[in-house]
């Protein structure tokens, strides 16, 4: 901006272009650099407005700023541009408390896979190598966070009461999140089971209390090499519990079952029922357990109407994932969007990568992100190339930005890597080298030269004073 009062961009003298007569000479009246601002700030509020549960588009703002005021005038402001969409996003992100990405991992059959009960487990290493890489996306991006969301219980015949039991047996979930942690720096604050509902039906205790006050001390004593009797005292007063939680399941489920025939004459059955038939309502117990993960986000404002959330369920079972996604697909969470992905046995990481990206590829491209990277990018990537007659100095190849991507953590695959630099470029944050290249070219892996955009710099510093 040079200074002054931002003109009305509405009006002649800002952003609408008038030719007049002088005589016989005709001159064309250009709108001042406040006139372009002006116009910004007000698509800005108006996507904002539109959406407000989502950050705004910047190709979006650029498309019309540039057809109301040419591309000329826009690349003489592009700078304060950035720097007003980087201050409205910067002001978006800072809403306190929200969560904008919320993962769910089942357990058997989806991080602890076997072929049969009677060989031991072994962990689904490729998705959780893929859950790693999305962690490191997601920082600095959005405010993330993950839980084991699984359907255990004490009262099992699977129940380990010995350590030498376990690999065979009912998976740890102790002895996982330890694996989590200490081999891929994961940390998984809490494991939600199907009683949490029904122990803490007011969320006045911790999210997962159920696991963590009836289950998890009983697994940590195997882990340390202890055994656990039968006649336990201890275990025994638990079982009673859940006993007496179990029967306020079912007594829910029933009541649930008639209420929903009486109102779309629909029987509701369980999705374990191997009878039901094609005009049945199915439901299962994580439908609960989405409920009361729900319900204890937004009592705590962690998921608000105003902002959007993204919540992912991994699972092996396609009929729990439909069944759970109805919760989030109802009226009272506009805000929430879901994924369920299937796990899968022998699948690589590409697999479950493709998906993840594709869910969360606005999260993963955030403006701030994109900026913070391209900075990477001049430092770690500028070389020269050519011969020496047409020689390119201060570049980097389609291909080289790709392979660094992937190698600095920056996309969880190939697709992802090359999407991130398709952001770059729509975003002005890289530009093409040689004058042949469009600028609507789509980025590919390939030979193509690029440099970064000499804004960048000026755009992220004035991030970091926000």
Known sequence: MNGGEPADPMSNNGAARTPSSKGNVTTVRLPSPGAILAQARCILKQQISKNPSDYPSYPALKAQLVEEFEMAMFDANKLDIQKLFMKTYSDLQKRAKHIGVVLLFDVDETLAISENSLKPYEYNEPLIKVWRKTLDCLKKSVTFCSFLFTSQVLCTPAFVYQPADEPSSEPSRVKLRIHLRNKHKIKVPAVITSFDPFYDPDFRKKIGSYYRDNIEPFERRIQSGKRIAFDDAELAKKKILEKELSSKRHKERMAEMEKQTKTTGKKKISIF??????????????????????????????????????????????????????????????????????????????????????????????????????????????????????????????????????????????????????????????????????????????????????????????????
């Open 273 to 466: 029922d191997s009878a039901a038939g094609a005009t049945e309502v199915k439901f299962g117990p994580k439908q609960a357990m989405m409920r009361y993960l729900m319900g204890y986000l937004v009592k705590d404002g962690f998921i608000t109407p105003d902002r959007c959330t993204k919540i992912m369920l991994c699972d092996d079972r396609k009929d729990v994932i439909s069944a759970v996604e109805k919760v989030c697909s109802q009226k009272s969470f506009p805000s929430v969007r879901f994924m369920g992905m299937l796990a899968k046995k022998d699948e690589d990481e590409a697999f479950y990568a493709k998906q993840i990206f594709a869910f969360l590829r606005r999260e993963f491209q955030s403006y701030p992100r994109l900026c913070q990277v391209a900075r990477q990018m001049k430092v770690v990537l500028n070389k020269s190339y050519g011969p020496m007659w047409r020689r390119r100095h201060e570049c980097f190849s389609a291909q080289n930005a790709v392979d660094f991507f992937l190698e600095g953590g920056y996309a969880i695959c190939i697709e992802a890597a090359v999407g991130f630099g398709q952001a770059l470029l729509e975003h002005d944050m890289i530009l093409p080298v040689e004058e042949e290249v469009k600028m609507d070219a789509v980025f590919g892996c390939n030979k193509t030269l690029y440099r970064v955009a000499e804004q960048v710099e000026a755009v992220s510093n004035y991030s970091q004073t926000l």
